[in-house]
């Protein structure tokens, strides 16, 4: 019998000692990730040269998720954390802008606004985010797949009502990257921790920046790394910022890139086609065996399954070596490529019990 790409990726890569349902959260390093971190970190440890790092796996990171994400890796800048990028797209707004956002959303996505104190925050639900926007809405700022529940936005809509009243969008692909199709040049600003669906060491990041909207963020981490020259900058005020959306880059922490570079040369090995295929039928086998049990998941075709009022059965699944979440009240399970029919079943038993 033929072996799938997905097949020997999780023969090759993962070792979970649970039934690891839990990749919203983070997820499973492959076995190249950890050979890579660990080659780095020994490296440090007895003064080789190249244990600092090496910008070549930063830049090759880079590359990695802009082919994830179907642009060009001149539209991509790194970081450490959904926040900060987030941050930088929250500095580039004038007072009194209008952002707009699902209830509920990330902290992460909406608080660098919020905390700025002087922009206009409006809230609706998911479902009427589309309708909701209107002139003078500046920006709308929203998950592709909502973290507490796993329901999947109508970025179609979303993006279409932007278009019309003339509003930027920014997106947080952080929990739909590495099963959902991509396309990140379809937002002003897409930003993707890199921790979860990615599977990268946490303390990757991704923004990703349209060129019509790069010359309008404030460049707030402008340090030796974002110059045009690095190693031609690291003294003084840097002369010249780098040309492209790297110039937003932060300082990066190089054991989790040389990771990051790794994971994603799996992603692009493996599919995210293959992926989705995958994670989302183990996902409708779960929905499909709660209903069997008498327990309602939200609905939807999510990688994500969340079950409203169950979260309190989270330490139970746990005691049972299932790892799952509890998120706003719903017991959350994800599923990703290294997980199988077996590890649904299992979850399942252990529900039923």
Known sequence: METSAIDRARDTEFASGTTYLNTSSCGLLPRRAVEAVTA?????????????????????????????????PARVAVGGSVAA???????????????????GEFSSVVSPFA????????YVPLAELADAVR????IVAFSAVQSSDGRVADVDAVRAAAAAHGARTMLDASQSA??????????????????????????????????????TLPALYAGWVAAEDRWNSTYGPVEKLAVDARRFDEPVAFLAYHGAEQSLDLLAEVGVGPVYTHATGLAARFREG??????EAVPGTSAIVAVPGLGAREPDLAAAGVMVSARAGNLRAAFHLYN??????????????
């Not at 002139?135 to 500046?138: C, D, E, I, L």
């Not at 199988?340 to 019990?353: F, I, K, M, N, P």
């Open 40 to 72: 780095l970190a020994a490296d440090s440890a007895v003064g080789v040269r190249g244990g600092v790092g090496s910008f070549d796996s930063v830049d090759a990171a880079r590359a990695g998720f802009a082919r994830i994400a179907g642009v060009a």
């Open 85 to 103: 990028h987030v941050g930088v797209v929250a500095a580039s707004l004038p007072v009194g802008a209008e952002v707009l956002a699902p209830t």
């Open 115 to 122: 905390v700025r104190g002087d922009l206009r925050m409006r």
């Open 135 to 138: 002139p003078g809405t500046a």
């Open 178 to 215: 590495g099963w959902l199709p991509l396309d990140a040049g379809a937002y002003d600003y897409t930003v993707t921790g890199g921790y979860k669906f990615l599977l990268c060491p946490r303390g990757t990041s991704f923004l990703t920046v349209t060129e019509e909207a790069q010359p």
């Open 290 to 295: 709660l209903a069997s049990i008498g327990h």
């Open 340 to 353: 199988t029919e077996a590890d649904v079943d299992r979850a399942l038993d252990v529900l039923a019990a």
